[in-house]
């Protein structure tokens, strides 16, 4: 039972990695800030050095 929840609670944090949820979360610690829109358009900006992200459709 053990390594089955090992198993998921790995799962879970590379899903996190994967979707930028844990370095978001890391943004905010580095830079005091609270999860807010404004503090999410700032990480998106650091991340992807000030270019807005192409949209698909």
Do not use: V
């Not at 990480?43 to 270019?51: D, K, M, N, S, V």
């Amino acid at each position: 039972m053990r390594k089955l929840q090992s198993a998921g609670a790995t799962f879970i944090a590379m899903l996190r990695e994967i979707f930028d949820e844990s370095a978001y979360r890391r943004f905010l610690q580095r830079t005091g800030q609270a999860p807010s829109r404004a503090s999410y358009r700032d990480f998106l900006a650091q991340q992807h050095g000030g270019r807005p992200r192409p949209r698909c459709c």
